[in-house]
């Protein structure tokens, strides 16, 4: 599975916020809504304060899904882990430039494993630490609140710097915000040039998942 094209806005439900006791049945719901895109939290309970999944459980929902799984790496040492990643099926990984050493030749090995790759930075870290990876990627995640939890409030500063990444990624590079989107703040983002839209509480901490992505995508048109 590849992320589609840039240009088209595609909502990612983050698995953060489901069941994790049924996380198969959580993903297939909002496949059934027709999104494209899972958003796969992983955390070290290093690089930040708390602890998901890994490779195992990710190789054994691949076999249940064929959304794109859009893996997002809150670990320390994510060179040590990437082949894994892509071993157990992730299509796209995107790693923290905060824990990145060699951020270009990270992109290359990702896109050698056969997956496309992406670059985030917290919401304290400035774009230009970025500028130079962010053209090469196929996707760039802008945090919206700090990494660990879900159902977190949306850092409007933070999404401010959209606006100047899509000045240096230009139009064929998707755009990513993750932290706090829902109807209200989802348009804030698109207006700025987002066009991937991770939502966890928003999506799976309601009772009508269709109903919780409908009311995203209405809100952005
Ligand atoms: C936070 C994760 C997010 C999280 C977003 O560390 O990276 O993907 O699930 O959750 P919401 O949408 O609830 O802010
Ligand atoms: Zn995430």
């Known amino acids: 599975m590849r992320l589609p094209p840039a240009g088209t806005i595609e909502v990612a439900p983050s698995i953060l916020s489901a069941d994790f006791g049924k996380l198969a049945s959580e993903i297939a719901e909002v496949a059934a809504a027709g999104v494209k895109i899972v958003h796969l939290d992983v955390m070290d309970a290093h690089f930040v304060p708390n602890l998901t999944v890994g490779p195992p459980v990710i190789a054994k929902l691949r076999k249940h899904s064929d959304l794109v799984f859009d893996s997002h790496l809150m670990i320390s040492e994510p060179a040590r882990y990437v082949e894994a990643f892509a071993k157990a099926g992730v299509d796209h990984i995107t790693f923290h430039i905060e ?42 995640l802008v945090m919206t609140v700090r990494p660990g939890f879900g159902g977190q409030q949306f850092m409007p500063e933070a999404a401010r710097k959209i606006v100047d990444l899509r000045k240096i990624v230009g139009p064929d590079v998707r755009i990513e915000v993750d932290g706090g989107i829902d109807p209200d703040t989802a348009p804030i983002v698109v207006s700025y040039g987002a066009d991937t839209l991770v939502a966890g509480n928003a999506i799976f901490g309601q009772p009508d998942r269709a109903a919780a992505i409908d009311a995203i995508r209405k809100a952005c048109r």
């Not at 270009?104 to 990702?110: C, E, K, L, S, T």
């Not at 896109?111 to 985030?120: E, P, Q």
């Not at 970025?130 to 760039?140: F, N, Q, T």
């Open 99 to 140: 824990v990145a050493d060699d951020p270009d030749g990270m992109v290359a090995r990702i896109r050698d494993l056969g997956c496309t790759a992406g670059i985030t930075l917290n919401p304290e870290t400035p774009v230009r630490a970025i500028e130079k990876v962010a053209p090469l990627c196929d996707m760039v």
